[in-house]
């Protein structure tokens, strides 16, 4: 079995600060309101998806946009009017645009 890699960050108002997780506790995590998680995904440049961040992904006949978001034990991708699981998108050709 894979070794799943466990990584934070979060916004301190100006920079992202990034986040070890070791040995069932958080090296350097200072207190923020709103610390995001790695998916364990990558875009199609190599970028770390973390949640939160806004990705553009194929859909059958045109783009789509999303929001990573984690909600019932897994990852979706929040849209406008609609909620997709991740693993419903080729994940592989997406790109993340922002977050």
Not at 3 to 13: L, P, Q, S, V
Request: hydrophobic share 35%.
């Amino acid at each position: 079995m894979k070794k799943r890699i466990i990584k934070f960050r979060a916004w301190d108002g100006k920079e992202f600060i990034y986040m070890d997780y070791a040995e069932d506790h958080l090296w350097n995590c200072p207190t923020f309101k709103d610390v995001q998680q790695f998916t364990g995904l990558f875009d199609k440049d190599g970028k770390e998806i973390y949640e939160a961040d806004i990705i553009q992904f194929e859909g059958t006949t045109e783009y789509g946009y999303g929001e990573i978001i984690f909600d019932n034990g897994m990852y979706w991708i929040q849209e406008k009017d609609s909620l997709l699981r991740v693993d419903m998108v080729c994940i592989e050709t997406c790109k993340v645009i922002g977050n």
